[in-house]
Nanobody, 123 residues
């Protein structure tokens, strides 16, 4: 399974960005469920959002709830993270990840990782 994240960039506080994560590989299927994590400068990686590929149940970190939306495009094998009302504290490298099984927030529970895309929010 290969994951390719994209869509990061520089945005002013209050602005929006949409991150994409394209999944590919012979073994990738809808049995995988997807997460987004982020790592701010000098900090550990933290959970942001999760979605079940089939059924669409989603979960969010409290810090992004109401501002971020995770979604999937099954035809394109792509998961998105729509980020609105961005704050300087959202500045981080954002990673997508895949796992088989139920909702988990720990990065150690994920099997595959994308390379990360940098989001910088200026004040």
């Amino acid at each position: 399974v290969q994951l390719q994240a994209s869509g990061g960039g520089l945005v002013q506080a209050g602005g929006s960005l949409r991150l994409s994560c394209a999944a590919s590989g012979r073994t990738f299927s809808s049995s995988y469920n997807m997460g987004w994590f982020r790592q701010a400068p000098g900090k550990g990686r933290e959970f942001v959002a999760y979605i079940r590929w089939n059924g669409g149940a989603s979960y969010y970190a409290d810090s992004v709830k109401g501002r971020f939306t995770i979604s999937t495009d099954n035809a394109e094998n792509t998961v998105y993270l729509q980020m609105n009302s961005l704050k300087p504290e959202d500045t981080a490298i954002y990673y997508c990840a895949a796992r088989v099984g139920a909702y988990r927030r720990s990065e150690s529970e994920y099997d595959y990782w994308g390379q990360g895309t940098l989001v910088t929010v200026s004040s």
